[in-house]
């Protein structure tokens, strides 16, 4: 009875701590609470939220890093509110990805709040952000009086753009045709996108055919890749025969097959790649708009376009930048809980399955930021 009354009590006194106090009160977080004081002052002393915040080795890596004493006020703020959950998360016992405090505007464009990939592990959780960096949760859940704080052992990254997160994970074909087309700020001008954005290789396969294809074709051919659905499609929202409407206006139907993921007979080989205005799966075929019945045949190569040739080298990269470094991919829940055994086409090194994300090593300002400022450019 008196240990349940002295952990009662202590509970009481940490609930009643402001956000201010925990942070400032925690040896890990010190240099966290005077660089967003301004910020921490902002939040709702109402209605529960979770702050992720990064320790004093993730404040002093960003504080040293080349750029941080002319960053904006604006642009730190972003940072901060994308590390700020909505609603109260002691734990995440499920793959989720939940909105945060950053909203549609400059930065964002995913109604609700751009999102954050939480996937359970070992008890605890990682949570993956812009170019799949994977940040790690330290220690259980700290409370204060209208929420609980987890310690991070870096910071979140941004979404970034579609260009700067196509170039990242290698899909210099897709980049280079969206840029020929001049499809890049009808895309960007648009919010809740998901994109199913073949890897090079796909493109490589069918090169011969799509040098014939007149413009006007070739934009069909890569609308009907990109779903405005009312809100980003991730992997939990690929359910085994679900169809949707592509910007091209015909439909796209997800299959779970094993532990495999398609989408009409392309294999989804990455996943949940966050982008500023929605998010990003990486597939292993080019769609067809004129072949939308195709169904996934794991047996055989068949492409969606039956008089395929290949061409002599990967299409539309001519002025694309190439990749300083990739992402790489690991073993991690699919849709359903099971585990993906694709590995990324896109991707410098994976191993196993696509569905989560590696880490991607230290962040500077660059890739914390990156092109998250010009989001709405393409």
Do not use: C
């Amino acid at each position: 009875m008196k240990f349940a009354a002295l952990t009662l009590a202590l509970a009481s006194t940490a609930l009643g701590q402001s956000l201010q106090e925990v942070l400032a009160n925690n040896t890990q977080l010190s240099q966290l609470a005077n660089l967003a004081g301004p910020f921490l002052n902002s939040l709702p002393t109402t209605g529960a939220i979770t702050v992720l915040a990064p320790n004093n080795a993730a404040v002093g890596a960003f504080l040293s890093s080349p750029g941080a004493n002319s960053t904006s006020q604006d642009v730190v703020s972003a940072l901060l509110s994308y590390h700020v959950l909505q609603g109260n998360y002691t734990t995440i016992p499920n793959v989720s990805f939940i909105p945060t405090n950053l909203q549609p505007g400059a930065f964002a464009g995913v109604t609700g709040g751009q999102r954050v990939h939480a996937v359970p592990n070992n008890g605890s959780f990682s949570l993956f952000s812009g170019l799949l960096q994977n940040s790690t949760v330290n220690g259980s859940a700290i409370p204060f009086n209208n929420g609980v704080v987890h310690v991070l052992n870096q910071f979140l990254t941004i979404p970034q753009n579609i260009t700067t997160t196509g170039v990242a994970l290698n899909l210099t074909s897709a980049v280079g045709a969206i840029g020929q087309l001049g499809l890049g700020q009808t895309l960007a001008g648009q919010s809740d996108l998901t994109y199913f954005i073949p890897n090079n290789a796909a493109f490589e396969r069918i090169g011969g055919n799509l040098a014939n294809l007149s413009s006007a074709d070739l934009t069909q051919i890569l609308q009907y890749h990109v779903v405005a659905a009312g809100q980003p499609l991730y992997s939990t929202n690929l359910m085994n025969g679900s169809s949707v409407r592509s910007l091209q206006g015909g439909n796209l139907t997800a299959r779970i097959v094993g532990s495999d993921v398609f989408i009409n007979n392309a294999r989804v080989l990455t996943a949940n790649v966050l982008v500023a205005n929605g998010v990003v799966h990486v597939i292993d075929r080019v769609l067809n708009p004129s072949n939308s019945t195709i169904v996934p045949n794991t047996a055989t190569t068949a492409e969606a376009f039956p008089s395929a040739t290949s061409a002599s080298n990967v299409p539309f990269t001519s002025g694309v930048p190439t990749p300083t470094s990739t992402i790489a991919t690991q073993s991690a829940p699919g849709p359903q809980g099971s585990q993906s055994s694709a590995t990324s086409g896109g991707s410098s090194s994976s191993s196993g399955a696509a569905w989560q994300p590696a880490a991607t090593g230290a962040m500077g300002m660059g890739a914390l930021f990156g092109g998250a400022a010009l989001v709405m450019n393409m």
